[in-house]
């Protein structure tokens, strides 16, 4: 058994063409292998800092819920407010 | 208790009906402001910002930053413990209560726009985060 890839060269420099199937199963394989070696997913790290803002945490249904007793609250202490 | 005074009676029955549906008796009739946090806010040499605390315009006094972290002591404490019974964070409560501060300012005092500029109040609503009710 020759090689894979020098079997390869052999087909492609041969023009008359022989077994064309063979040389395209090679092909294929060293071009799976290619994808494979070169399909890795890279990750950088963000040259920002990341900053989150806390307020975003706040949900709007929540200050609804709240909004009555918040009211209640202020007029009950309006030496602070 | 003078008894003729019936706006100041009005007052403490407002004061009274607040807190017994916030769920507290025995509330003392509500304060009114120190003289000296009045004058500030009318001056606006001090301001209510979206987070539900006051700040201040500018760079204020040793005096006036002593007058403020104080004021914001006491809203803290009383935003934690308000925040435990209606089962809400601290941050979540003030800002609710920094939404309707914002609101009630009346003309001519300051208020923290979401941008973070200071504006000064007109008769035309203020500018609020947009989760404000």
């Not at chain 2, 910002?49 to 809203?75: E, F, T, W």
């Not at chain 2, 003309?107 to 200071?118: L, T």
Request: glycine residues 8%.
């Amino acid at each position: 058994m020759m090689p894979v890839k020098v079997r390869d060269r052999l087909h492609r420099n041969n023009i008359a063409g022989l077994p064309f199937g063979r040389a395209l199963m090679a092909k294929g394989l060293l071009m799976l292998g290619v994808v494979s070696l070169s399909g890795c997913i890279s990750v950088n790290a963000p040259d920002k800092p990341i900053v989150i803002e806390l307020n975003i945490n706040i949900k709007q249904e929540v200050i609804y819920r709240l909004a009555k007793d918040a009211g209640n609250t202020i007029d009950a202490n309006a030496d602070i407010f | 208790m003078a008894k003729t005074d019936r706006k100041w009676m009005r007052g403490v029955l407002y004061g009274a009906l607040a807190a017994l549906s916030a769920g507290a008796l025995a509330v003392p009739a509500m304060a009114q402001r120190d003289p000296a946090y009045a004058q500030a806010r009318a001056q606006g040499k001090v301001g209510e910002k979206p987070d539900g605390y006051l700040g201040i315009v500018g760079s204020g006094s040793s005096g006036l930053r002593a007058m403020v972290d104080d004021i914001n002591i006491r809203r803290r404490a009383l935003y934690a413990e308000k925040a435990k019974s209606a089962n809400a964070t601290l941050q979540e409560y003030a800002f609710t209560a920094g939404c309707l501060a914002i609101a009630r300012t009346k003309p001519g005092e300051k208020y923290q726009a979401p941008s973070g500029e200071w504006k000064t109040r007109t008769s035309s609503p203020p500018e609020r985060d947009s989760r404000c009710p």
